[in-house]
């Protein structure tokens, strides 16, 4: 056992920095949540009429929901470059640039005039601004995650790897909340400057969290590679030429999660108003609570997969997103209040069951030399085919059928693939034994991969 290992009997600065790196990685990701998700929201509400006005109908929604795609297409690369950062200097460093990164272009984002004004060039700055939120956020989510679940206790990295994970519903809590607060505080004049204050509030949210992530200590994880000097050269090429199939894997097995959650929090905005005919405040106060149920089963279920295994708790996840596909639609459909609350609830409480241990699950998989990077490509990747094209699909597909029906069927296929991802990933043990080797040549299994025991049945 390190000195750095989190037991009941560690010592109390040990416990005291553990703490720390769980709060400094769950406030500063959920602030990036909250810039990402309110792009989305706006993508949604607001951006059809300020940046394309001249496109009808879906035309405009899709065209928005393209710049919101971009976003996504950016995180791998934002993954790679701060990967290799975060593997080669640190996950703190990494943790710092990443925030203001996704802050700074949130708020200019907020002052970035509509086409009325600056005509195609508001469009374009507008898909400039989302690539570097992109490549924050794609470098955020690996180093936040490792530098919480690298100070947790072997036997509790599904919970602490899950709290990082809350930065989900937090962000998307607090942009919900936001947009909520401005539309009613606004009226009328929000599609035309209200939606800009919750973008713009995004640069103290920025200082509050580096406030709190300057003061967190290096990984130890990461402290140990250094120490043994087994830090990898070019980690981001180390990791692709041993461990494809571990990358590959995890970003597939997000297929069931990642997909589905921006159908549940982001298109359901245009569904709800434009299909099912409901209004757009009762949509966002339905978010809210689903979000706010979110808060409990994260890190619930990032803890079952302490006890009962990784593979077991995701897969039971990705079969309720897939009974659920129909129903969910068919909820919505009633336009009864207590029906679409349920429908909105429920698709996170399964998005949840998958959240929760999905972080543990994919970084288990990489040896700590190369983990930023193997986990952080695996995670971001799944945005480029998941998360990224699916309000785009679910668009199309309502603008030419004018149905739900193959919406529902793509999610079932989205967690047929995820399925499939999931029998195939490699087990811990077998991904540090093939993982990394160091400068001098020698094998770092369960040195660069304490987790190689852990989490799983």
Known sequence: MTTYETTPDAPDHVRRHRRRAAAASTVGTAIEWYDFFLYGTAAAL????????????????????????????????????????????????????????MGVSTFLIGLLPGYDTLGPAAPVLLVLLRVVQGVGVGGEWGGSVLMSMEWGSRRRRGLMASWPQLGVPLGLLASTGMVKLMTAATGDHFGSWGWRVPFLASVVLIGIGLYVRLKVLESPAFAEVKQERVVVRRPVLSVLRNQPRAVLTSAFVRMSEQAPFYLFITFVLTYGTEKAGLAKADLLDDTLVAAAVGLVCVPFFGHLSDRFGRRLVYGIGIACVGLFAFPYYALLDTGRPGLVLLAIVLSLVFHGVQYGPQAALIAEGFGANVRYSGAGLGYQLASVVAGGPAPLIAAAILEHTGSSTWISWYIVGCCAAAMTALLLMPRPATASAAATTGPRGSTTADRANPASTGGEA
């Open 46 to 101: 607001v951006f059809p009429h300020v940046f394309f006005p001249g496109h009808a109908g879906y035309t405009g929604v899709l065209a928005s929901f393209g710049t919101q795609f971009v976003g996504f297409a950016a995180r791998p690369l934002g993954a790679a470059v701060f990967g290799h950062i975060g593997d080669r200097v640190g996950r703190r460093s990494t943790l710092v640039t990443t925030l203001v990164l």
